[in-house]
DNA sequence: TACAATACTGACATTTTTGTCACTAAAGAC
DNA sequence: GTCTTTAGTGACAAAAATGTCAGTATTGTA
């Protein structure tokens, strides 16, 4: 199987969705909208506070891209923009969630050896 | 929840995991050795030929660091070394597992729409 | 005419990641 | 002493990712 997208190729499923879901913050931002959807930009930049708003647009834009979220701008002012996750995107779920879970064992794992070390 | 690891603050499982799995190549090592295991260098190098051997050895100690994959060195010459998943580190295959099914998903995707809009 | 609030964009600096090249180590065989 | 093979390391270069800052666009309201 070869899958060309976006002047690149690939030869697996496992590398384009590691090329399309591997920026520093996708996996955070798809969280966001796991737990809460549509979200604004401004609500995302208070759901993620260490992300700076041009790294935010620029990993938002990215996603858009690849069809992983949707873009509605609502004709308003002040300007009112809603993001989502797309069918597609929405099936990012597993893939975030065994991350978030093997994440909670990993440090569960940290915590008892902390434990069994520690000294008092 | 507040985990401290390696002088560094996280405020959930998700982000520390990010921090551990998210390198460049740490998802497909870890692929090469759900696949099979255990694995010498030269045998993850056939794996993975677009990864440079330097790379690959900083990739594997830093798995090695975070006690995801252990080593072992053969006192033997020419030397021989096998690494393999840690206990934590088999418990990664569901995050892989759901990574490749989401992107046979998404290649199914776009060989559809190509399809669609072809032209003949 | 100036201001408000939200959602941006452009240019550039900095940091991090990745790649390259040349080199080392080990110890038995010759 | 030199060669072999596998697994490395160190120093540095290049590229990519990320961060910063200042600025734009919108249009109803004061």
Chains 1, 2 share one sequence.
């Not at 989502?84 to 893939?95: A, C, D, K, T, Y």
Request: with cysteine.
């Amino acid at each position: 199987m070869v899958i060309h997208y976006k002047d690149k190729t690939f030869f697996t499923g496992k590398d384009l969705a590691l090329s399309i879901i591997g920026g520093r913050w996708k996996i955070s931002i798809i969280w966001c909208f796991i737990q809460q959807s549509p979200l604004r930009l401004s609500e995302i930049q208070k759901k993620l506070p260490d992300v700076n708003q041009r790294m935010l647009i620029r990993q938002l834009r990215e996603l858009e891209d690849d069809k992983i979220i949707t873009r509605f701008v609502y004709p308003v002012v002040p300007p009112k923009v809603e993001y989502q996750l797309s069918e597609i995107g929405r099936l990012l779920e597993p893939v975030v969630t065994s991350i978030c879970d093997w994440g909670d064992n990993f440090s569960d794992l940290l915590e008892k050896n902390d434990n069994k070390t520690s000294v008092d």
